[in-house]
């Protein structure tokens, strides 16, 4: 916890809150939420909390939805994203599990490079959108969306069963670590409008946060999705 909020201080960006539209209140002091690396972050800034896939995750800060949009859009906020379901893969055969899952092509990731990708079924129908990077440390670092944790993590549990079952060398772990998105700063620093998408394949660079001052593996100190 101590770590992460010192990252944050130390880079001296403004952490926002996630859109109100995919939160709900409280609904009642029985309901029973997962909490963040953050969340005593969150409170000491004024947070509003809400729930939001089981987890405890701020809808609004002091500022008004408004400020923090421009301010997004004009500069760049951090986003936590702690919630999301984030999956280590390893073995010699993970990038045949993972392009046997989703669409793209994995193998030609560099090293801690990410590509945004879905998960799709046998009829090449949707099942949800993740991002799938290819990390320097020999694993694929995966993270998928909170709402579809159960079925995610099922579907992938299934390949690697399935693969092992035929002599395959893969495994699969599921991490518990602070996650933060970047938004809206590549944007800036490539000379495009404020908020505008790259109309190339959706490509980034992922790295590891570790003690104030140390960089992270590609360069970016923080998790980032162009």
């Not at 193998?107 to 079924?121: C, D, I, K, V, W």
């Not at 299934?158 to 938004?183: M, S």
């Amino acid at each position: 916890m101590q770590r992460v909020v010192s990252v944050v201080a130390h880079l001296g960006f403004r952490l926002q809150a996630l859109p109100p539209a995919l939160c709900r209140p409280l609904s009642c002091a029985q309901d029973v939420l997962r909490r963040t690396p953050l969340y005593d972050f969150h409170l000491a800034h004024g947070g509003k909390m809400v729930a939001f896939a089981g987890w405890s995750l701020p809808v609004q800060y002091r500022d008004s939805h408004t400020d923090s949009h421009l301010h997004t859009r004009q500069h760049c906020s951090l986003f936590d994203v702690s919630h999301m379901l984030q999956t280590k893969i390893f073995g010699s055969d993970r990038v045949k599990l993972m392009e046997s899952l989703v669409v793209g092509d994995i193998a030609e990731l560099r090293p801690n490079q990410g590509t945004l990708s879905l998960f799709t079924n046998e009829a090449g129908g949707i099942l949800d959108d993740l991002i799938v990077t290819n990390t320097s440390e020999g694993h694929l670092y995966v993270v998928s969306n909170a709402g579809c944790w159960e079925k995610d993590l099922a579907l992938m549990q299934d390949k690697v069963r399935e693969l092992q079952n035929q002599g395959r060398d893969v495994g699969l772990e599921v991490l518990d670590n602070a996650l933060l998105a970047l938004q809206d700063l590549g944007a800036g620093s490539r000379g495009s409008s404020p908020g505008n998408s790259s109309s190339e394949k959706p490509r980034g660079e992922a790295g590891r946060a570790g003690s104030q001052g140390q960089s992270a593996p590609g360069g970016r100190p923080l998790p980032l999705r162009e």
